[in-house]
T-cell receptor, first 113, second 113 residues
Framework: QQQVKQSPQSLIVQKGGISIINCAYE??????FPWYQQFPGKGPALLIA?????SEKKEGRFTISFNKSAKQFSLHIMDSQPGDSATYFC????????????FGTGTRLKVLA | EPEVTQTPSHQVTQMGQEVILRCVPI?????FYWYRQILGQKVEFLVS????????KSEIFDDQFSVERPDGSNFTLKIRSTKLEDSAMYFC???????????FGQGTRLTVV
């Protein structure tokens, strides 16, 4: 119940295209869903986050879509750029009064120039 | 921009030796965390720390691990007797409160030989 399932494992997108990464969770007590971007050899950096009281949040080219009934959320990267090539992790927290992050398995995104 | 800093960036140690990984969280943050990432795998929670005590720990965080906030700025992770399987990237994170986003450091790559 504490797992967060992330797909796809890897993704190749042409420059200018839309990158879509999906995550699913089981524990309905989760109430905070961040996305992190990680470049090789670096720490995860917060990209965007959402709480379940909204269905969508947009920041620049990055959008989170949240479907509470389906227990799914996704990251959309519009106009993908080669500089977006990185590993993306979704996460969830807040279950059972704890605030540790449960991370997904990661998606390695490559944007072709 | 405030950031979480970790030292050293890379540590090589002999199996059975003790290591101490150091972190300086963001100055006004009150919650501190350690996560680890085995090469190519997802980020896993180890321990959270608040008000000078452990608030939560995972099953990975056994008796070989300990954390300490020895002064007002540092937060350390000690592994008493390292094993080969402790080789991983260790990330320190901090947050202002339990419900605000966590900021991660750049990580310490621990290699146990």
């Amino acid at each position: 119940q504490q797992q967060v399932k992330q797909s796809p494992q890897s993704l190749i997108v042409q420059k200018g295209g839309i990158s879509i990464i999906n995550c699913a969770y089981e524990n309905t007590a989760f109430d905070y869903f961040p996305w992190y971007q990680q470049f090789p050899g670096k720490g995860p950096a917060l990209l965007i986050a959402i709480r379940p009281d909204v269905s969508e949040k947009k920041e620049g080219r990055f959008t989170i879509s949240f479907n509470k009934s389906a227990k799914q959320f996704s990251l959309h990267i519009m106009d993908s750029q080669p500089g977006d090539s990185a590993t993306y992790f979704c996460a969830a927290s807040g279950a059972s009064g704890t605030y540790k992050y449960i991370f997904g398995t990661g998606t390695r995104l490559k944007v072709l120039a | 921009e405030p950031e979480v800093t970790q030292t050293p960036s890379h540590q090589v140690t002999q199996m059975g030796q003790e290591v101490i990984l150091r972190c300086v969280p963001i100055s006004n943050h009150l919650y501190f965390y350690w996560y680890r990432q085995i090469l190519g795998q997802k980020v896993e929670f180890l321990v959270s720390f608040y008000n000078n005590e452990i608030s939560e720990k995972s099953e990975i965080f056994d008796d070989q691990f300990s954390v300490e906030r020895p002064d007002g700025s540092n937060f350390t992770l000690k592994i008493r007797s390292t094993k080969l399987e402790d080789s991983a990237m260790y990330f320190c994170a901090s947050s202002e409160s339990r419900i605000t986003e966590a900021f991660f450091g750049q990580g310490t790559r621990l290699t146990v030989v």
